[in-house]
């Protein structure tokens, strides 16, 4: 059963870098089939794509926060990470990361980490 | 603002059946992008219900259905039950956005 655990700091500053990284277990970062995501969901609010990594390293960003985000894949460790950069309190959320399936048609969800909730605060 | 609308309440007795809707437009479910479902509990992550407009992984009760006609998608829960009561997303890609999106979440009510 693959499993991913979210982890890092559950507080940040105004105008710092939000650092998350993604462990993956019962499964392999390095497969060629799966893309490796993160979603955030702001308090009460719904989801928001973040991007994705693939095993390869090539990256695939949501056009809204494309200048503010990287990620990143360690095969080594079996983990992916994210980096976002100068945070406001918009950005307050719970992120989840995911292994995200595509088809020929379409692209979903299909394993979460639990998410972990980051505050943007001083 | 969601892209793909959903309606923020649904309500039904036990042993009844609901549908969610989620609707879109022609640059998300109305292009063909397919469209998935998601439960997800309080405090948890969501949970992969429906994939491909109408297809389930294994383990999802066979009283939820998913389908999909023109720009709009829905999920169907026949036999409600007290544990359905949480809240359901849709999702699909937008082309124009060039993003994968979500609707804004139903809460389902089991009166």
């Known amino acids: 059963q693959v499993q991913l655990q979210e982890s890092g700091p559950g507080l940040v500053k105004p105008s710092e870098t939000l650092s998350l990284t993604c462990t993956v277990s019962g499964g392999s970062v390095s497969s060629v089939s799966y893309y490796w995501s993160w979603i955030r969901q702001p308090p009460g609010k719904g989801l928001e794509w973040i991007g994705y990594v693939y095993y390869s390293g090539s990256t695939n960003y949501n056009p809204s926060l494309k200048s503010r985000v990287t990620m990143s894949v360690n095969t080594s460790k079996n983990q992916f990470s994210l980096k976002l950069s100068s945070v406001t309190a918009a950005d307050t959320a719970v992120y989840y990361c995911?292994?995200?399936?595509?088809?020929?048609?379409?692209?979903?969800?299909?394993?979460w980490g639990q998410g972990t909730l980051v505050t943007v605060s001083s | 603002q969601s892209v793909l609308t959903q309606p923020p309440s649904v309500s039904g007795a036990p042993g009844q059946r609901v549908t969610i809707s989620c609707t879109g437009n022609?640059?998300?479910?109305?292009?063909?992008?397919?469209v998935h479902w998601y439960q997800q509990l309080p405090g948890t992550a969501p949970k992969l219900l429906i994939y491909g407009n109408s297809n389930r992984p294994s383990g999802v009760p066979d009283r939820l259905s998913g389908s999909k006609s023109g720009t709009s998608a829905s999920l169907a829960i026949t036999g409600l039950q007290a544990e359905d009561e949480t809240v359901y997303f849709c999702q699909s890609y937008d082309s124009s956005l060039n993003t994968w999106v979500f609707g804004g979440g139903t809460k389902l009510t089991v009166l």
């Open positions: 995911a292994r995200q399936y595509c088809s020929s048609t379409s692209c979903y969800f299909h394993y």
């Open positions: 022609s640059s998300n479910i109305g292009a063909g992008y397919d």
